[in-house]
């Protein structure tokens, strides 16, 4: 459908196509944020058919500076549309945001293709990443100009995983320089699966939501250029441990005047969080495939373990428990 199709002349109302091109938010991700924030409400034409006024356009294309600019799409909800403008000038007036837009296509562009990712995953918060566009099929895709500035990373969703598919999507992988490509699937052969990892596609099973996704980006920041890479716990020293083994067992069992057992609930977590601190450092050890991923939950468990130690050791202090008469 070409721009005048799109646009109905006599109101100056249009088509949700002609607003992807205006403000360059992609249509599925325009519908989610009407359903989830009521963020426009357009008129429908006796089809059904959205239609959108100037007032529409010029609004989202104010979301998409914010946008641009570091603030999250609940934020810019949360605001009145009169304020969007004063945002704007503010930002823009800040040391070094200048030039946010610039620095924001530097971030790591993501490509949805299938029917329902979109939908599911149009208003994910992901540091280092932002959404390019969303495709339905991946021949839409690979027919698209894919952004030069970065190279994109594919999430696409397949209902069942075939050697062929495999077989082109990373030929597209390597003919457009993509990244990486991640094949959401919900059936596939133990054979195609391992052909699909041979080509160095990465693969999850149905059902993900955003939360998995966001997970498995965020694990490997190798993907994204130093200077974008979200902060984690990789590259920082693993605390020391403050309780042994022995002394959490002691503690889970002393008596205090704590009503709600305080020292015993921390040092059963404590010994939970511990067990998987060396779980995962043995998972790091054995599996080179996952090794960022193990190093991170490593990391993050042993910053977690480390804040609930000292909070016993403040609950220890409190009581007057004697340490050395649980070693």
Not at 145 to 160: G, R, Y
Not at 188 to 208: F, H, Q, T, W, Y
Not at 233 to 262: D, G, M, R
Request: hydrophobic share 40%; aromatic share 6%.
């Amino acid at each position: 459908m070409n721009d005048t199709a799109e646009v109905v002349e006599d109101c100056q109302a249009f088509r949700i196509g002609a607003v992807e091109r205006a403000t360059g938010i992609p249509a599925n991700t325009i519908r989610v944020w009407e359903r989830r924030y009521g963020l426009v409400k357009p008129a429908r034409d006796e089809t059904g058919t959205r239609l959108y006024s100037q007032q529409d356009v010029e609004y989202l294309s104010h979301v998409r500076t914010l946008i641009d600019a570091g603030d999250s799409i609940g934020y810019i909800a949360s605001l009145d549309k009169g304020q969007l403008p004063a945002r704007i000038e503010s930002l823009a007036s800040m040391p070094n945001r200048g030039n946010a837009r610039r620095r924001r296509t530097g971030l790591a562009p993501l490509l949805l293709i299938g029917p329902t990712l979109a939908e599911r995953l149009g208003d994910i918060d992901l540091p280092g990443y932002t959404i390019h566009a969303s495709y339905a099929t991946p021949a839409d895709a690979r027919k698209a100009s894919l952004p030069t500035h970065s190279k994109a990373i594919a999430v696409v969703e397949a209902e069942q995983v075939t050697r062929s598919l495999a077989q082109d999507l990373a030929a597209w992988r390597d003919d457009a320089s993509l990244t990486a490509v991640i094949v959401v699937y919900s059936y596939a052969r133990k054979s195609d699966l391992n052909a699909i990892r041979d080509l160095g596609l990465l693969v999850l099973r149905e059902p993900i939501d955003a939360e998995m996704l966001r997970h498995v980006l965020l694990t490997r920041k190798y993907w994204l250029a130093p200077d974008e890479q979200p902060g984690d716990y990789l590259s920082e020293a693993i605390p020391p441990q403050l309780f042994n083994k022995k002394e959490l067992v002691s503690l889970a069992l002393v008596q205090t005047s704590v009503s709600c057992e305080c020292p015993r609930h921390l040092a059963e977590l404590l010994i939970s969080l511990s067990a998987f601190e060396r779980y995962s450092q043995l998972c790091e050890d054995r599996s080179t495939e996952d090794a960022a991923l193990h190093a991170m939950l490593r990391g993050a468990t042993a910053h977690a373990r480390s804040t609930m130690e000292a909070a016993l050791k403040r609950v220890v202090d409190h009581e007057k428990i004697d340490l050395s008469q649980l070693r």
